[in-house]
């Protein structure tokens, strides 16, 4: 539970499907008192995952749908039937054939259906009748450890104030370094001062620390990389939609945004666009799967066909 102005409110994990991304709940559901209480998984999780139940949310049109009765499992020992309401004010679940109120809270409730699933897992999707024979068709948003850390180190940089880094000049090759002459010491160069921040992070693994310091590298550049692209569209976005913008155009519009922020210093024009290439190829191609622009509905490209495009004829091997 969550307070809200001083007022509990039940929170709930979701889940969604990987091919037809309908929404889930995900969770326990425990007796207190004469109810029955929709919970995220906790104890009996951690001892028997089977112990995990799917809800699958239901709208007008995801019930309509839904004609399968295979897919409609037992409730457990509370309950004989798949559908259910469960209350948004104090989490409260019941079956739909309920006679009287669930609780007291006078909140519209949330249609569901519970999903079959096995050891924690869910094989199919009644919602759009995909299967995962393998793994489970259903994705929690779990952290990983790489993960959080990432996002947190990420915020602290960027919040930690920065330093003057100074460029060291040797006048004299023949200095000695560990001499207590102070004059003996190379002598420094103010007009080259930098600013930098440093982050010194621990492990308990030298391996997780130098594979840390990698990730953290990619997934900071993956942001920077996103960011600017949206940004170039969203600052263009009357043109790109009037013109009619290609893979070139964006390219081009990125090519002139990176070199007005002097993001790649002393970098010819020519790394510069072959640079902006990779970023806009990088996106058109879904290489990151769900966490590319396109998949997470911030931009969208479409295949124009040249005027004088055919498809080829069918050819039919009959065999021999």
């Given at each position: ?12 994990e ?6 037809c ?19 995220q998984?906790?104890?009996g ?9 799917y809800y ?9 749908i ?21 209350c ?16 007291e809270c ?19 999707c009644?919602?759009?009748g995909s299967?995962?024979?393998?793994g489970?068709?259903?994705w ?15 915020s ?13 000049k ?11 002459d102070?004059?003996n ?9 930098k ?8 492990s ?7 594979f ?6 990619n997934?900071?550049?993956?942001i ?14 009357k ?5 009619r ?14 070199s007005k ?20 190829l ?8 769900r966490?590319?622009?396109e ?7 479409k ?8 498809a080829?004829?069918l ?6």
């Open positions: 539970f969550r307070k809200i102005d001083k007022q509990k409110i039940p929170v709930f979701i889940a969604t499907c990987r091919q991304k309908s929404l889930y709940l995900v969770g326990e559901t425990q007796k207190d008192e004469d109810k029955y209480i929709f919970k998984p906790g104890k999780y951690y001892e028997d995952k089977g112990n995990l139940e699958l949310v239901l709208d007008d049109e995801t019930r309509n839904i004609d399968n009765e295979d897919e409609i499992v037992s409730g457990g020992n509370y309950d004989n039937s798949g559908y259910y309401n469960l948004p004010g104090c989490g409260s679940i019941e079956s739909d054939n309920l006679f009287g109120d669930l609780c006078n909140s519209e409730y949330i249609k569901l259906l519970r999903i079959s699933s096995k050891e924690g897992l869910v094989h199919k009644p919602a759009c299967v995962s024979p393998q489970s068709i259903i929690r948003f779990l952290l990983g450890n790489d993960a959080v850390t990432s996002v947190l180190a990420t602290l940089y960027q919040q930690l104030p920065t330093m003057k880094i100074h460029n060291i040797e006048e004299n090759n023949t200095y000695d370094l560990w001499s207590a102070s004059n010491s190379p002598q420094v160069i103010d007009d080259q001062k600013e930098a921040r440093q982050l010194l992070a621990f308990d693994s030298r391996q997780d620390a130098a840390f310091a990698t990730y953290l590298q997934t900071y550049t993956n920077i990389r996103k960011q600017i692209l949206l940004r170039v569209i969203n600052e263009n976005k043109l790109v939609i009037k013109n913008w290609s893979l070139k155009d964006l390219v081009s519009n990125l090519k002139s945004y990176l922020l002097d993001l790649f210093p002393g970098m010819s024009l020519q790394g510069i666009e072959d640079i902006s290439w990779s970023w806009s990088y996106e058109f191609l879904s290489m990151e799967g966490n590319s622009l998949s997470l509905g911030l931009l969208t490209f295949l124009r066909k040249p005027n004088n495009f055919a080829p004829p050819r039919v091997n009959h065999g021999i």
